[in-house]
């Protein structure tokens, strides 16, 4: 699977928008990617994923860049309870596939 | 959503004893479920890919014969840690993979070895 790079931290204030970036560039053509998010002392969760097209679900929305090597990860309305480490994941959306997962970006939410 | 569990969700152990952590899909059947590892402040770590049947998949640098790992149903797997030492202490993570493909994780498993 192709690595990701992410920022090892982020502040957002709450309310606002934020925008969770992530660099793919040695991603191949059939790779999908994958976010999710750790919070503390939890199991990590599953918050969006897409191919080429940008995704949106009640969660978050992925834009990918047209050349695919990079994405970006948006909360549109930001709260304390996404305070959160997201994780940037490529890997070939078969079956038996496991997830490996880099530093990722800690997200500080503040009131 | 799919959902798996664990138990226990921390334990506190002696050093030099086994301790037993349960990963169950409740609500889907899982013929691989993974084993992953968290120290403090750093990323998972995939430790051992488990089969349903057949026998565990461990990561370079893993000892299969310390961390046990059983997965006898399609809807259990075991990790055992045997004769934990204080290094061991960690967040035990487990994920299951549904026949589509999708992985969903447990919620952890603290255990701290005294």
């Known amino acids: 699977d192709a690595k990701t790079t992410q920022p090892p931290s982020m502040d957002c204030a709450e309310g606002r928008a934020a925008n969770l970036p992530c660099n793919h560039s040695?991603?191949?053509?059939?790779?999908?990617v994958y976010w999710y998010r750790q919070i503390h002392s939890q199991g990590p969760q599953y918050i969006i994923h897409g191919l080429k097209n940008n995704e949106t679900n009640e969660m978050a929305s992925l834009i990918i860049t047209e050349d695919r090597k990079s994405s970006t990860l948006i909360l549109p309305h930001a709260t304390l309870r996404d305070t959160a480490v997201y994780y940037c994941?490529?890997?070939?959306?078969?079956?038996?596939?496991?997830?490996?997962f880099g530093g990722g970006t800690r997200l500080m939410v503040k009131p | 959503g799919a959902v798996v569990s664990q138990h226990p969700s921390w334990v506190i152990c002696k050093s030099g004893t086994s301790v037993k952590i349960e990963c169950r899909s409740l609500?889907?059947?899982?013929?691989?479920m993974f084993w992953y590892r968290q120290f403090p402040k750093q990323s998972l770590m995939l430790m051992a890919t488990?089969?349903?049947?057949?026998?565990?998949?461990?990561e370079q640098g893993v000892e299969k014969d310390k961390f046990l790992i059983n997965h006898a149903s399609l809807t259990l797997s075991t990790l055992t840690v045997t004769s934990a030492h204080p290094e061991d202490s960690s967040f035990y993570i487990c994920s299951a993979l549904d026949r589509g493909g999708e992985q969903f994780f447990g919620p952890g498993t603290r255990l701290t070895v005294l």
């Open positions: 040695t991603i191949s053509g059939n790779e999908y």
């Open positions: 994941i490529v890997r070939f959306d078969n079956a038996g596939n496991m997830l490996t």
């Open positions: 488990s089969n349903e049947g057949s026998k565990a998949t461990y």
């Open positions: 609500d889907f059947q899982a013929t691989t």
